[in-house]
């Protein structure tokens, strides 16, 4: 296993301690609202903490893009991409779908991730060029080529600047295109579940670079594709992205691409 990656599962295991260890007392716990339907806790801040020290202690040299704290030394070669709990509001109510994500881009390309889930205890991880797994297990994307019997992973707008009524648009149409919507409510989870073929595709927008970086490498390591709903590269800069297996994907891109915003 690649160094750099045990340093990153070591950070995420930190941070998993410090979520699990807040969730046996929620009724306590700090909650701020960022804007409407978003919100932050101190829970998030000390998992950030936690990611930030383990990560800084081994890699000094190296820069971070973080959801709470921002960038950090952002001229570097090597950056650390971090969302220390994904699913913050599934969090906050008890709900147990979220995750930790974090990825290493180096020279904009990322090389390195990891999607640790406190809950179930599970552990996703890839190397670029050497596979991604869940714990020792090594992952493969879905083998379904029909969308129509495809299960897929969504997510709902959530912010009030997010185009809500195009939204509910695609929903309707990827509604009747499909087996089953879900939208459990952690993207980087969403997007580890179609490196393991959990699920045959995912689609949102608004996303943020710490939601998708970790998850998009665990599916082209998987086998899968990733892209915007045109199926280009710039998701990470665009917040839209869309996986899958090659077919779903082809599939996914006819119906999305006219929706694509990027």
């Keep these: 296993m690649h160094p750099m990656l045990n340093v990153a599962i070591k950070a995420a295991r930190r941070a998993g301690n410090v979520i699990n260890r807040a969730s046996l007392n929620l009724e306590r716990l700090q909650v701020d609202r960022k804007q ?8 998030d801040k000390a998992a950030e903490e936690a990611i930030i020290e383990t990560l800084s202690d081994a890699y000094p040299s190296h820069g971070f893009l973080a959801e709470e704290t921002g960038e950090h030394n952002s001229g570097a070669e090597s950056i650390w991409i971090i969302d220390p709990l994904d699913g913050t509001t599934n969090f906050i109510h008890g709900f147990p779908q979220y995750a ?11 090389q390195q991730a990891v999607v ?26 879905a083998t379904e080529t029909r969308l129509a019997n495809g299960l897929v992973g969504t997510g709902f707008p959530y912010r009030e600047d997010q185009d809500l009524e ?5 929903f309707a149409d990827m509604t009747r295109q499909c087996a089953g919507l879900r939208r459990p409510g952690a993207a980087s989870l969403d997007l580890a579940y179609v490196a393991a073929g959990r699920y045959d595709g995912f689609f949102e927008s608004g996303l943020k670079p710490w939601d998708m970086a970790a998850g998009a490498l665990l599916i082209t390591e998987a086998g899968g594709l990733v892209g915007t709903y045109r199926g280009e590269e710039n998701f990470l ?9 090659p077919r779903i994907f082809a599939q996914l891109a006819q119906n999305l691409s006219k929706y694509s915003r990027a």
């Design 166 to 170: 195009t939204y509910l648009k695609i």
């Design 36 to 43: 409407h339907n978003d919100f932050v806790t101190e829970v």
């Design 237 to 245: 800069q665009s917040g839209e992205i869309m996986a899958g297996n």
């Design 100 to 110: 930790v994500s974090i990825a290493l881009a180096v020279n904009g390309v990322t």
């Design 116 to 141: 640790y889930d406190p809950n179930r205890d599970e552990l996703f991880t890839a190397t670029r060029g050497s596979g991604a797994y869940l714990d020792r297990r090594r992952l493969r994307v």
